[in-house]
Nanobody, 120 residues
Framework: QVQLVESGGGLVQPGGSLRLSCAAS????????MNWYRQAPGKERELVAT????????NYAESVKGRFTISRDNAKNTVYLQMNSLKPEDTAVYYC?????????????WGQGTQVTVSS
């Protein structure tokens, strides 16, 4: 059974920082690309950051470039999202996603989400 468990969310003031973690189990973590998505109330879920399976390449949404950093530790089956200079518009539920394209289809798994609230 695949499980992705996010942690590290919470309430932070504008300009503050948070570090999200996503611990994976039940899958061969090191072959999956890992993504962080977020969904604000009344909005569609959006891709925030992506990291390749070996961690050699990352991509970010324009809205978070220069402020967020995605990283992974394949020995710990964990992916991280360091969020700095947080803004109220970063308020959302943040979801961890594992994705792998294989023969026969796309394998994708989701965590339950962690709430991030940026407010004074």
């Amino acid at each position: 059974q695949v499980q992705l468990v996010e942690s590290g969310g919470g309430l932070v003031q504008p300009g503050g920082s948070l570090r999200l973690s996503c611990a994976a189990s039940g899958l061969f973590f090191s072959i999956y690309a890992m993504n962080w998505y977020r969904q604000a109330p009344g909005k569609e879920r959006e891709l925030v950051a992506t990291i390749t399976s070996a961690g050699g390449s990352t991509n970010y949404a324009e809205s978070v470039k220069g402020r967020f950093t995605i990283s992974r530790d394949n020995a710990k089956n964990t992916v991280y999202l360091q969020m700095n200079s947080l803004k109220p518009e970063d308020t959302a539920v943040y979801y961890c996603n594992a994705e792998k394209i294989m023969v026969g289809g796309i394998y994708t798994y989701w965590g339950q989400g962690t709430q991030v609230t940026v407010s004074s």
